[in-house]
């Protein structure tokens, strides 16, 4: 599960600035945490709350990133870049961004770090912390370091067992665990493995939206993934019917079309105790971005993980997202402890959530994105109206209207 991250003069971010899912033992009893192996306990919900262009999609790009980083990076080209950008005004864009993680695995808690620009990743570590009854012990597993005088890497590697001749393939813009992963190396396709089950709707450039491109549509790659995987496309038909859409199941065909494929799907309707099937692209914005998001969210409630949705109510009506959301507070629809960090303008949305659980974003005065958790406010209670007192503009992170 993910404890916390982090980021500095990382797009919007100009200042280091942190999301943490970690609470205290005063958190309500309820099934929207969880007590982690290593005693830790952690909220599986975090809601981003904030006005247009205040830096929340930035914000969600960081665990997205993160897995980029340690699954894919390797896949690009050697010469190509980073995709990242810093804060662009002129003070820093020249500097490096620096990232940070703390995710637990097996109740071992690993904090993983970067130091990169587009170019490069200038320095990278990974240290974890065993905990036992015993002791509790903290130790770097490897470290490497970028030398602008030799122009090369310099690697520590006491702990982590990695490959011999393993610095030959060392590159500038590949993560030292994305490497090991190609490599077949045991301990770093753990780790690559808890990081492919981050699953999200933000890319570099922000929100994936509903493009026309089939490499890119949302509504193409929901349906694919579906007609792939039969017992997860069975758990969206259970919600669909139970959201009341009108239909209870849909038929989905991959047929070839030229050297490429494509998507027909079909929705099953009653009108006068009769079934007819209508094609799926006739239904609802609201419908169609249901389905999509149900593929993120199927795929970490069934299988583990966290889901980082940017725009969660877009064109779904609140009762909707109220009912998506709480998927992840219900020991039936959430066995595996599944985590979501998600945006949202539905505000009705606070009335449901701890002060633990908020997570509010603004830009200052001088153009650099701000983060805080309703909790470190002072005066917060936690029988306050969350709704009433957010919208009266108590808490910021409101749109300043002239």
Not at 75 to 82: M, Q
Not at 96 to 101: A, R
Not at 299 to 320: K, P, R, T, Y
Not at 359 to 364: A, D, M, S, T
Request: proline share 4%; with cysteine.
């Amino acid at each position: 599960m993910i404890h916390s991250f982090s980021c500095k003069n990382f797009y919007s971010f100009a200042g280091e600035n942190t999301v943490d899912f970690l609470v205290n033992d005063k958190t309500p009893k309820s099934y929207g945490y969880y007590t982690t192996s290593s005693g830790t306990r952690l909220s599986k919900v975090e809601t981003v709350i904030g006005p247009n262009a205040s830096g929340k999609t930035n914000l969600l790009k960081v665990l997205p990133f993160f897995k980029w980083l340690i699954v894919n990076s390797f896949d690009i080209e050697p010469s190509a870049p980073i995709p990242v950008l810093p804060f662009l005004f002129p003070q820093l864009k020249n500097k490096p961004i620096e990232t940070s993680v703390k995710f637990e695995m097996d109740g071992d808690i690993y904090t993983y770090s970067f130091i990169l620009d587009s170019k490069k990743i200038l320095k990278e570590d990974l240290k974890v912390k065993n905990k036992s009854k015993e002791k509790t012990t903290t130790k770097t597993l490897f470290l490497r370091q970028w030398e602008e005088e030799s122009k090369k890497y310099r690697l520590m590697n006491n702990n982590f067992s990695l490959p011999k001749g393993f610095e030959k393939l060392l590159r500038t813009n590949a993560s030292v665990i994305g490497i090991g992963m190609r490599l077949n190396h045991e301990k770093s396709e753990k780790i690559g493995l808890f990081w492919q089950k981050v699953k999200t709707n933000v890319i570099e450039a922000g929100w994936t939206g509903d493009s026309l491109s089939p490499k890119t549509n949302r509504v193409f790659s929901a349906l694919n993934f579906f007609n792939k995987n039969k017992s997860h496309k069975s758990e969206a038909e259970k919600l669909l019917a139970r959201f009341d859409l009108g239909f209870e199941a849909f038929d989905i065909r991959k047929e070839k079309k030229g050297d490429g494929f494509y998507i027909d799907a079909q929705v099953t309707h009653q009108f006068e105790n009769q079934e007819y099937k209508l094609p799926f692209r006739y239904e609802s914005s609201g419908t169609k971005q249901l389905v999509v998001l149900l593929e993120t969210i199927l795929q970490v409630l069934v299988d583990g993980g966290v889901a980082v949705i940017d725009e969660f109510d877009v064109n779904l009506h609140s009762d909707m997202v109220l009912a998506l959301f709480e998927l992840f507070l219900s020991p039936e629809t959430n066995p595996k402890n599944a985590q979501i960090l998600f945006s949202t303008h539905n505000h009705r949305i606070l009335n449901e959530l701890d002060k633990y659980q908020v997570v509010l974003v603004e830009k200052n005065k001088q153009g650099s994105s701000e983060v805080w958790r309703l909790d470190e406010m002072s005066g917060i209670r936690a029988d306050d109206n969350y709704y009433t007192k957010y919208i009266a503009g108590a808490y910021g992170a409101i749109p300043k209207i002239n």
